[in-house]
């Protein structure tokens, strides 16, 4: 099965993050409130990550789902942004209401 990093788990990212673990694939979520993060691990099993860069080590898959342009910027491209990490051949996959600048 896939490594796969969740980045955001609001009321989407949440239950998203869970049918990929449900699915058996190796997740590692990643949550501003590591509360959210630390209950959705208790609920799904998986592991949390500290930083969206911590989440991504080693990804094979890095889904973003956060809810506007500046924090999606900041979990991609931020001081400890997934992209620093994210190897080639690895996926992104963004589920944020962006802007058309952004997406």
Not at 30 to 58: I, M
Not at 66 to 89: H, K, P
């Amino acid at each position: 099965m896939a490594k796969v990093a969740f980045l955001g788990l609001g009321v989407m990212g949440y239950p998203m993050a869970g049918h990929i673990a449900k699915a058996g694939h190796d997740v590692t979520v990643y949550n501003r409130t590591a509360a959210k993060a630390e209950e959705w691990v208790g609920e799904y099993g998986g592991k949390s990550a500290p930083t969206p860069k911590a989440a991504a080590q080693d990804c094979d898959f890095v889904f973003a789902c956060v809810g506007n342009d500046d924090d999606l910027r900041s979990v991609v491209t931020g001081e400890d942004g997934a992209l620093q990490v994210m190897s080639a051949g690895s996926v992104f996959i963004d589920n944020t209401t962006a802007s058309a600048d952004v997406a």
